[in-house]
């Protein structure tokens, strides 16, 4: 059952629920892509009989395992049996708004045929979840977005993830999910809108690197491993059938070009979004989606990196967490030593989100119970603090923020404060003399930037000069629709940047040893 929908399938013998599962196209959360390590993909039984392991036992509750609950990923099906699908993550709150002031949104009169009507796409594909909106390119104008989420995440929460399953072979089962995702949001756009097929005369894609190698079919082989090369990143223009294996549109499609393996084409786009290239002031763009994406700097140069802050604010590696589904804990307060929430589209709490987790943290940090390193007090310590009881959510399992969670929020933390600090150095400059922050990302647009100040994931020198964009990247890609000559300043935005690997900065490792500190002295 999933959604209350029952649906049938066949498992093979020796084959994993999991497997069984992505093999008919099922969404299930599987954050560590099936290693039994993140605890995500829990199934419950209602009849039959399921292998078991130790390993499974370890991950779940005495609650849990009493009422049937198993990894999918652990157990093969010992005969005919039912499982209910405990949390499908086919509903996120996706951003879909981007850079305001650029891009108008407009569907009135859109089957006026007064005019010759020419109309395009403009995709966005994240690790976590994809957008494709439909543009008016005779008005300029976004007539409707459709956002989903990225079917591939059933193959892990991050991209190296993605990499290592398509170099073990499963490529191109990668790669029909994103194009049978793509299509299906094209296909439902121009039925709910009566625009013909023949109508839609481009596509632009930006995405990261790895989600345009999935898509086009290429090699991840080198992405994987030292020294990262990407098989192509530059701009190029292909046929629809050549990307989508795939005859529903006949209409040219644009891969957007990127900077490097790990810095891609959703840079380049939400930088073109935000105008660097226009910009004699020096100023940053910070992607906080899956993988921590940046860029410092002005229309005479750039320097770019990419860092490794891992999943935990999109709710990836904590223990109770999730993503930005209905349900999800986002924002928190501590009233009188009680932890009050509230949930997306105020459902029973299912999880925590990552904007959660950042305000889990700055509560409790600033309620004394978690310390300066990142310890939490005795009482704590060794069950974790209960952030929403079993009562509450309906299913006699509660919510918890551990121990281990705060080390994997310090982690991110420290490996974002520490990249946007070496930038800096980098370039040359004080945090003082960066004009304008752009913030990125469904995480970086609902974030409570104070709290995320206070607990040093921004630097308190930025505070009051961030901007929350959106999907910056979906814009650069509507905007470039609008206008293809912006392509030259991607290329330009491009020629004139410096990657950094921050592995080899000794500034990235000492501000990333000091990040890990919660230090509120000097915001306070």
């Given amino acids: 059952e999933k959604n209350g929908k029952t649906i049938s399938m066949k498992c093979g013998k020796k084959e994993t629920l999991l497997t069984c599962l992505r093999r008919n196209k099922m969404n299930i959360a599987a954050y560590c892509s099936g290693r039994g390590t993140c605890g995500k993909c829990k199934v419950r039984l209602l009849w039959g009989s399921l292998t078991s392991t130790a390993q499974e036992a370890g991950k779940l509750t005495k609650q849990e395992i009493a009422q049937g609950i198993h990894l999918a990923c652990l157990v093969i099906p010992a005969e005919d049996c039912s499982i209910s699908i405990i949390q499908a993550e086919d509903d996120f709150d996706v951003v879909t708004t981007g850079v305001e002031g650029d891009i108008d949104s407009n569907t009135d009169n859109i089957t006026d045929e007064t005019e010759s009507m020419a109309y395009a796409f403009a995709i966005d594909i994240g690790t976590t979840t994809l957008a494709v909106s439909l543009l008016d390119t005779t008005r300029k104008a976004v007539i409707a977005t459709h956002t989903a989420v990225n079917a591939q995440r059933s193959y892990g929460a991050d991209v190296i993830s993605r990499i290592v399953q398509a170099n073990e072979g499963k490529g191109m089962e990668l790669r029909e999910l994103i194009q049978n995702d793509l299509e299906k949001g094209m296909k439902y756009l121009l039925e709910t809108y009566s625009i013909r097929k023949d109508e839609v005369k481009d596509i632009a894609i930006a995405g990261n690197t790895t989600m345009q190698h999935l898509l086009l079919g290429y090699s991840c082989e080198g992405l994987g491993i030292s020294p990262f090369e990407p098989v192509d990143i530059a701009y190029t223009l292909l046929d629809y059938k050549d990307v989508f294996l795939s005859d529903y549109l006949n209409c040219r499609v644009h891969i957007l070009p990127g900077f490097s393996t790990f810095v891609g084409a959703d840079i380049t786009s939400g930088l073109v979004a935000c105008r660097f290239y226009e910009s004699e ?244």
Wanted: charged fraction near 20%; glycine fraction near 12%.
């Fill in 281 to 524: 002031e020096i100023q940053l763009l910070v992607d906080l989606g899956t993988n921590g994406e940046m860029a410092l700097g002005s229309k005479n140069g750039l320097f770019v990196t990419s860092t490794a802050a891992g999943p935990a604010f999109e709710g990836g590696n904590i223990s109770c967490g999730t993503g930005s589904i209905p349900g999800a804990i986002s924002s928190v307060t501590i009233q009188r030593n009680h932890m009050m929430y509230k949930t997306i589209q105020d459902k029973p709490a299912v999880g925590i989100c990552g904007t959660g987790v950042l305000e889990i943290t700055a509560e409790m940090l600033q309620a004394g119970l978690i310390d300066e390193t990142g310890l939490l007090t005795d009482e704590y310590f060794e069950k974790g603090y209960i952030i929403a009881s079993g009562y509450e959510t309906g299913n006699n399992t509660d919510i918890l923020f551990t121990q281990k969670d705060i080390r994997e929020i310090q982690l991110a933390k420290a490996a974002v404060r520490g990249g946007i600090e070496t930038l800096a150095a980098r370039y040359g400059c004080s945090m003082n003399q960066i004009s304008k922050v752009y913030l990125a990302g469904g995480f970086g647009t609902k974030m409570n930037i104070e709290k995320a100040v206070y607990i040093g994931l921004l630097p308190k020198e930025l505070q009051f000069k961030i901007t929350a964009v959106g999907n910056s990247a979906l814009s650069g890609a509507v905007l470039f629709l609008f206008d293809h000559t912006l392509i030259d300043r991607m290329n330009a935005l491009i020629a004139n940047a410096s990657e950094i690997n921050l592995a080899n900065e000794s500034v990235f490792q000492d501000a990333y040893i000091n990040a890990m500190y919660f230090d509120t002295d000097e915001v306070q």
